[in-house]
């Protein structure tokens, strides 16, 4: 699929195959760990580089889950051309979950003919005749990351039970090399075996164009990334799922990444 199926007025949907060699959504934080107070700030962009912000993330509701689990809004979004900017004041000790919020992008069709396959996310253009239909969705993006004043606590690691997520078991503010992140992939809060999930190191230097491991979730959905070396990481998984009745679209292309970090003991 050319890139400019995939890019148009200035917004970037985030669900087509091979999507974490040309751009990707992410949600990264400044550091995972306030450095100057209680303030926190993230960056939310689709980048080929990451996480080097390219077309900024729009059309979503920032929101922030506290170690005690209450979910509130982002206190600041600011965005950009390129970025959203996310600040937000953390109220006591312990992990906060940081998500961009679910983002409906554009709707795509996937067809093919005399052995061409074609894409296009323009609702006006028709499918010619004698093409046969191979994909008709929607994109569901969500980003998120954790951050952790104090000592981490598990409380904002509770699923959401719906959509597309990762729940870890492995705290993703206690990563370390030599050790591995132990994650559950989740459907609409079922496990979801069989699910791919690219980990991509966050280098902005051209590795983060190539995933350093797929991994395959097993059959109770469970997988494990072995932390090899230290340095900032995204994950990434999407499924594609029946879209709630009076969607845009039959399908849901839905994706997930995670923003984490990996430190030396």
């Known amino acids: 699929m ?83 900017v996310v600040e937000h004041a ?24 005399d052995g061409k396959k074609e894409s ?14 191979l994909a008709h969705y929607q994109s569901v993006n969500l980003s998120e990351a954790y951050v952790t004043l104090g000592a981490p606590t598990r409380t904002a690691l509770a699923p959401y039970g719906n959509g597309l997520e990762i729940v870890a078991a492995t705290h993703p503010s206690d990563l370390y090399t030599g050790e591995h992140f132990a994650f559950e992939v989740r459907f609409d809060g079922a496990p979801l075996p069989g699910a791919k999930v690219e980990i991509f190191p966050a280098t902005g230097d051209g590795r983060s164009k190539q995933a350093a491991a797929t991994l395959t979730t097993d ?28 969607a845009a679209a039959p399908e849901y292309g839905y994706g997930y990444t995670l923003s984490f970090r990996v430190l030396d003991p």
């Open 2 to 84: 050319k890139l400019s199926t995939v890019l148009g007025g200035g917004v970037l949907a985030a669900f087509v195959p091979l999507l974490a060699q040309a751009h990707t959504p992410y949600l990264a934080p400044a550091s995972f760990e306030p450095m100057h107070g209680n303030l926190v700030t993230l960056d939310a962009a689709f980048g080929e580089e990451l996480f080097v912000p390219e077309v900024v993330f729009d059309n979503s509701v920032f929101a922030v889950v506290g170690p005690d689990g209450t979910r509130v809004p982002a206190d600041s979004v600011q965005r950009l051309k390129t970025r959203a």
């Open 90 to 113: 953390l109220t006591g000790k312990g992990t906060y979950r940081f998500s961009s919020g679910q983002r409906l992008g554009a709707v795509f069709r996937t067809w093919e003919l």
């Open 120 to 133: 296009t996310r323009d609702p006006a253009k028709a499918l010619p005749a004698g093409a046969t239909l």
């Open 219 to 246: 059959a109770a959905g469970k997988a494990r990334f072995d932390l090899a070396r230290a340095g900032t990481w995204l994950a990434i998984v999407r499924h594609r799922g029946k879209a709630p009745a009076g």
